[in-house]
Structures are given as C-alpha cells and as structure tokens.
C-alpha cells in the first residue's frame, strides 16, 4: 500500500538543483519485499536475476582496475535502471534530494535551466526568467554538449546538474548545439543564487491584467491572488481582461497548478492522473468560485511550457474559460512518484499519466493553442523544437481520447480570423523590458479587446 504526501509537476531538473516532475512523495516500505518474491513461485526468474546482479557487482568490486566505493556502485545501478525506464524516473542521491526540495520552496543556486537527458546530452527545456541562463540567450530545445569544455556524453543527469551547480559569482562555459545553427556555440555565464520571482504582473495599457507564471513552486497560487487583487485595486472597475502569461514555463507541484485553475473555473473537473492500478488514479475538481469575477482571459504558451502549465492550459481550455494563444506546448504528460528511500536519497519513479478535463492525454502531443501565433518569423506555428516526443524513451500517449486538439469551440471571436499568424516583416527584435516587442502578447491583447466582458460574483 503507498502512503501519498505530496505531488510536484516540471519537466525535469534545473541546472542549480534537482526539481520534479509532476511528483509524489511516498513513504519507504521496503521490508515486505522479499516476502511478496517468496510467495510468487513464478517469481524465480527474478530471483535469477538478482543473482546475476550480485555476481556482477562482486566481480566489479574485485576485479575494477581502480577501487570504486560500494555507495557509487549501488547508485549508479538504482539510477541505471531508472533512467532507463523513460526521462524523468531517476534516482536523487542524499543531496540531489534536499536541492530538490529546497526548489519548491523558491529559491536555489545555479544558472536557472531547466534540463532533461537526451541521446547522452543535456537538453534545455526552458530558461527561468531573470537568470543567468535567460540573461545569456539560452533558448528551449538548446542541446548542451559540453560544460567548461569537457563532454557531457558519459554523464548521468545528476552528474551534469551537479557540475552546473558551483559558488555565486563563479563562471563556467557552456558549448551548445542549437537548431539552426551550423557551428556549436560558446556561451559563458555566471552562476548566481536563483530567486526565482515565480508571479509577476503589471498593468497593460491601464485596463489589462498581465500576469506571468514562470513556474509552480509554492509560493504561486497566493502570489498570483495577491497580483489579482493588486491589479483590480489599481484598475477600479476598468479592468477588461487577463493574460496569463505560462511560455517557457517548465512546471512544478501540482497542487499549484489545481489552485491557479481552480482560481478560475466556476466548477467540474481540473485533472485527473490514470496509474496502473484503477485505485491509485484520482480526480481533483473545481470548488467554485472565480477570483476574477468571470473577466475574459487568456492564456499565453509555446513549447517551453510543460506539465503543470499544460495542466492550467488544458483545464481553461477545455472549460472555455480561456483562449490559449501561441504555438504547441512541450507535451510532458506523465506523473513521477517521489518515494524517500533509507540514506535520505530518493526515487522519482513515473507512475500514472494525466489527463484534461475532456479526457485528453497530452503525453507527447502538448496543448494545440485555440489561435496559432508564432513569437518570431522564424519560430513558424507549426515548427516543432525539440520536445517531450523527441526524448529517448518518452512514454508513448494512451488511454485517452484520441484528438490532439481540444473540443471544437464556437466562441471565438471572429477577429480571430484575421490575427497574423507570423510578424510582419521588420517587426523590432524582442526585449523583456519593452511589451511592445512581444508579438503573441500583443496579439493576446488585441483579441482580449475584441471579447465581450463578462462578470460574476467573484469569491
């Protein structure tokens, strides 16, 4: 039986510190295990291979042309067969673990990247804002190749972030391979402690809700109230409508991302997760309410945005509460469990898949915005970086409804029609500082205006 203690929703690790994904924690019973092998005679063939497995690890500790630690063996084994498995299982050693959880809470050192593992590289899922790895240009679908010169082939993913990690104020060279790019790039950065701001917000043009999430820690729902209120004090009655910004937003707990949907959805289902065993599968619904008082919103992606921001997008989504407005999302839909094992590391082990509130799995498809805008002329709507489906051994989508898309709507507003799809030739070179420069932002606003305005008794 599993004791379940917490749940956490990203895309994998950040360079600086250990983060999960959708995860949770689960309380370490291992005594029953031997037990449960003995009653099952048809359990032999595991009991073969456990001998096979002790041989191997005798012979390794006997015969290595160096002397290796019996802690390094064991853990390269447990984290061998995890990472085996698919992206994001993967074992934390003692440390690894409480970075980990050190992140939820806000606040971490290293460079602000989030990576996963691919093809034996370290691939980017998403820049933080306002990190050294943002500061420096580094984009989503960035494969590392390399850290201060030395390959990264060879190493674990721990083993990468780890190096990635280091003292405030220390540097280190990143060589990377990116899309579009004939020759591999050097980029150096500096490392810093990550504040990570995870709400911010701002008035657009006095009468628009400009809300960013950049990831789902926990701090994200009080902080996002807190904007919104904000927000509506300064606005008076003028405010017209809200823009959630979740572009390269990686993901995190995700009893978040259930609080920021819940924080606009009147009622009916969020989420729900499907593990192997029927009993261990769970629904999380609406309790009514909507913080805003029903304004029209919505909802910014790209391909940067994973698992719990696909949660948020897919549940507003489905629910027609928002317009989702960008290009394809990264498609991480699974669930990891993150059980403590003895010596204070840690297991994440995927265990259950998610699923919209229109029973869609978007494991490896992502969120289809309901209006296609790309940010630049060369980030085409349809161009796919790399992405969950790219990912050696990604879970294959099944057990849900077949449709990538969401449930055909019939309320869009017609100008819809006519929003470009790419910027016009000439258009400025984007700067976080000047929302004017942001193409899909401008053109969220420019549909917000043209959606009619609608209140209910907020909450």
């Known amino acids: 039986m599993k004791l379940r203690t917490g749940l956490l929703l990203g895309a994998a690790f950040s360079a600086g510190v250990a983060i999960g994904p959708i995860t ?22 595991t009991y073969r291979l456990l001998t096979l497995f002790g041989d191997v690890f005798e012979r390794v500790r006997a015969e290595y042309v160096e002397p290796v630690g019996d802690r390094d063996l064991v853990e390269n084994a447990i984290n061998g067969m995890l990472t085996g498995l698919d992206p994001h299982s993967n074992y934390m050693n003692a440390k690894s673990f409480r970075d980990m959880q050190v992140q939820t809470r806000g606040e971490f050192g290293g460079l602000g990247i989030e990576v996963t593992q691919d093809n034996g590289f370290i691939k980017v899922i998403s820049p933080i ?11 989503a679908g960035d494969l590392i190749l390399a ?21 405030p104020n220390s540097k280190i060279k990143l060589t990377i391979r990116r899309e579009g790019n004939d020759a591999p790039l050097e980029v150096g950065l500096t490392r810093e402690v990550i504040h990570i701001q995870v709400v911010k917000s701002r008035l657009e043009q ?3 809700a400009y809300l960013r999430v950049t990831s789902f820690n926990e701090q994200t729902d009080a902080g996002l109230r807190k904007a919104i209120a ?27 991302a259930v609080a920021v949907s819940d924080d606009f959805i009147e009622q009916g ?30 909802v910014l992606i790209n391909g940067g945005s994973a698992s719990a921001s696909e949660i948020v997008a897919g549940a507003l989504q489905d629910h027609r509460r928002a317009i989702v407005l960008g290009t394809r999302s990264f498609g991480k839909g ?19 898949r998610y699923y919209t509130p229109s029973g869609r799995s978007i494991q490896g498809l992502g969120i289809t915005p309901d209006v296609e805008v790309a940010a630049t002329r060369e980030e085409k709507p349809h161009f796919l970086p790399d992405r969950e489906a790219d990912l050696n051994r990604a879970l294959r989508n099944s057990g849900g409804t077949p449709q990538q898309a969401a449930p055909p709507r019939n309320d869009l507003p017609p100008i819809v029609r006519d929003l470009p799809k790419l910027p016009p030739e000439g258009f400025p070179t984007f700067d976080a500082t000047k929302p004017e420069t942001d193409f899909q932002l401008q053109q969220g606003l420019t ?13």
């Open 24 to 45: 949770r924690h689960v309380a370490p019973n291992l005594q029953f295990l031997p037990y449960a092998l003995a009653q099952d005679s048809g359990r032999a063939e």
């Open 147 to 167: 850290l201060d010169g030395q390959t990264v082939q060879g190493l674990s993913l721990n083993e990468a972030v780890d190096k990635m990690r280091g003292p």
């Open 230 to 256: 904000t927000l509506k004090a300064q606005a008076g009655d003028k405010l017209r409508g809200i823009v959630l910004d979740l572009r390269n937003n990686p993901g995190g707990l995700l009893d978040q």
């Open 206 to 208: 006095g009468d628009i």
């Open 269 to 298: 289902e969020i989420v729900s997760t499907r593990a192997r065993h029927a009993e261990d599968s769970q629904r999380w619904n609406a309790k009514g309410g909507d913080i805003s008082g029903g304004l029209p919103m919505v």
């Open 334 to 352: 699974s669930v990891q469990t993150v059980i403590p094992l003895p010596g204070n590391g840690a297991m994440r082990l995927t265990t259950a």
């Open 129 to 139: 804002d306002d990190t050294p790895a943002s500061k420096a240009g580094i984009k």
């Open 447 to 459: 549909l917000l205006r043209a959606m009619p305005t609608s209140k209910r008794a907020s909450r």
